[in-house]
């Protein structure tokens, strides 16, 4: 059986200005670009297939994750500033970081949403956008203010379409930790997670024994194609194994693994990050999982271009 496709994306998913690149190396308009070199194809019906939040994710969802207290100190722009690393953003009128930060970011958070309902109906689903693993219950990192997947995920078990016991897989392959995520889940037994990440940058290596935690698997400082893809064709398949007939994945296709990215530390070209994410699509294709797929880190000027890849490889699954 074929899976369904669909894209959930917003134009005013696009973060802060142009500027932002003075002070933090995240590039705000990724999404747009990505974007727009999807409407450059020709052999794709992107209309079709195009899903676009109308509003942000509501103050309910929220606090289904997020403690009242945190979401009541986005309101000065020292917290705001302290999430996005960028220290001046504090001198900023709060007004401003609410549309520029807090709202797009709201809207990425309703695309991890819709993207979740969508999937449950046997589709795979790409936002592009979301995917903010270091946001924790009561504090952002990261340049993480919202837990966008752990959102979406109590919010399909709060509207039935996903059991407390259906089984949650996270294939976290950014190039950092998610620590906001496994923090929220810890103590959930439903969600299992597979996390490859450099642990000689932010927020560094996973606490405790390896052998309690097989699927927390640390990389150093600038490995190349060779040993990433190894790692990942090793160790992804005995992950799935382990975690037979889920019921929901999530995909974490950070793109700063890409050699160059300042934050991700990594060395994987551009064309090894394309099959990575060839070989994650081909595998949840084939078993037919209904997954969902959030974009997350990436800091380098091609970013957008892997983000834009990525969403064509989902499509044309379809």
Known sequence: MTMKAKLIYSPEYDLISKGVGLFHPFD????????????????????????RPVQEISDEALLSVHTSDY??????????????????????????????????????????RLATQ?????????????????????????????????????DARNNGSLAVDDKVLMIDLDAHRGNGFESIVKNDPAVEIFDMYNFQVYPGIHEGDMDD???????????????YLSALKEEL?????????PRLVFYNAGTDILAGDALGNLNVSF???????????DMLSSLNVPTV???????TKDSYKLIASLAAMVVNQA
Not at 30 to 43: C, M, V
Not at 213 to 227: A, E, H, R, V
Not at 271 to 281: C, L, Q
Not at 293 to 299: E, K, P
Request: glycine share 6%; proline share 4%.
């Open 71 to 112: 979401l009541q100190s986005l309101s000065k722009s020292s917290a705001i500033s302290s999430i996005i690393e960028i220290p001046l953003a504090r001198f900023l009128p709060n007004s401003l970081l609410q549309s520029r930060i807090i709202k797009p970011m709201k809207l990425a958070c309703e695309g991890t």
């Open 237 to 245: 398949p005995r992950f799935m194994q382990a975690n037979e007939k």
């Open 118 to 154: 969508y999937a449950l109906d046997d589709t795979m689903v790409m936002n592009v956008g979301g995917g903010f693993h270091h946001a924790y219950a009561d504090h952002g990192e990261g340049f993480c203010v919202f837990a966008d997947v752990a959102i979406a995920i109590q």
């Open 28 to 51: 705000g308009q990724k999404y747009s670009r990505a974007w727009s070199e999807l409407e450059k194809l020709k052999n794709i019906d992107l209309a079709s297939m195009w899903v």
């Open 271 to 281: 064309e090894g990050v394309v099959e990575r994410d060839r070989y994650v699509i």
């Open 213 to 227: 935690f097989p699927f927390m698997i640390p990389l150093k400082n600038k490995i190349n194609d060779d040993i």
């Open 293 to 299: 797929i959030v974009t997350s880190g990436g800091y």
